[in-house]
Nanobody, 126 residues
């Protein structure tokens, strides 16, 4: 089992930046694909980005490519999401998730992820 705790959300003006962090409890963090998803009230959870267990492979939703960057520090059991050039449509609750293990193929659908954090609110004012 992996326990995930997100932090770093908040209120930012359009064009600004935020960095989300997701700290994992457990010794096996470095075996998991890690992903970020987001969800607005009444909407389905949406894929944002993911990174393979080694960190060599990443994937991004088209809506965030070129603006967001995912990274991980396996020594610190932490995955990050650097969000730049934020837009009002990026306003959502952002969730960290742990998915498939021991693979460089990066999963982009929520059904592939077994462990989820509680979410952190990101609000972008225009």
């Amino acid at each position: 089992q992996v326990k995930l705790v997100e932090s770093g959300g908040g209120l930012v003006q359009a064009g600004g930046s935020l960095r989300l962090s997701c700290a994992a409890a457990g010794r096996t963090f470095n075996t998991y694909t890690m992903g970020w998803f987001r969800q607005a009230p009444g909407k389905e959870r949406e894929f944002v980005s993911a990174i393979s267990w080694s960190g060599r492979n990443t994937a991004y939703a088209d809506s965030v490519k070129g603006r967001f960057a995912i990274s991980r520090d396996n020594a610190k059991n932490t995955v990050y999401l650097q969000m730049n050039s934020l837009k009002s449509e990026d306003t959502d609750v952002y969730y960290c998730a742990a998915g498939p293990r021991y693979t460089e193929i990066v999963a982009t659908t929520s059904d592939r992820y077994n462990y989820w954090g509680q979410g952190t609110q990101v609000t972008v004012s225009s």
